[in-house]
């Protein structure tokens, strides 16, 4: 099965103070992306990922370069459309990952274990979801993610995003980290039924996971840890970041 990876890094850097785009802020002597591109690369699943940037998202493409294929995002209208932008580029395949730019820590076993059960699900929508201890702690950056919802027997149903959820789905601790793989065919066919009816007025690529389940698929899904999971959005988030991959180093 071939595999296509988009990955969504059309955000700027306004909540970290930063005129450039937050995945080029250097982590560990690092852009935030290359982290998340070497992941890719090592695992397997994909050579040249796709990159979604905004319009004014040059430096990604001239830091790049041909490691990467780019698409371009004209108005910050969402996940969903982001996702969209990116058709063209993708081009023919059989599945596509989507992942976003500024989650520096998602693992080369996290990747080719999606790639796995999607194959051997064969359903339309493979996810991973992260289930933290609490939100107390450095787990409070986790307190803004949508949550996974699921049914009596434990099927995931949907994904709420915190400023939609009641106030007992925001007491849910499975959230979404945000890693994808979407059968292409099915993808393509159904991302333009997405509406922007919520409070951010912008298109949820998450909306595709009830609309698999109103059309009768079942999710698969997997968990990965929740240091796996960190996205770098604010100052705290990336001092969060940095803690934690010197941790990790200490222990290599």
Known sequence: MKFRTVILAAGKGTRMGSE??????????????????????ESGVDGVPVVVVSSDGKGVCETFGETCHYAIQEEPLGTGHAVMCAKDAVGETDAVIVLYGDHPFVSPDALRRLTKIHVDSQTVLTMMTTVVPSFDDWYGIFLHWGRVLRDLHGHIMGIREYKDAMESEQQIREVNPALFCFDAKWLWENISQLKNLNAKGEYYLTDLVELAVTQGHEIAGSEIRPEESIGVNTPEEFKIAEEIYQNVKSKR
Do not use: D, G, M, R
Request: proline content about 14%; overall charge positive; cysteine-free.
């Open 20 to 41: 450039k785009p937050k995945v080029l802020l250097p982590l560990a002597n690092k852009p935030i992306l290359q982290h998340l591109i070497e992941s890719i690369t």
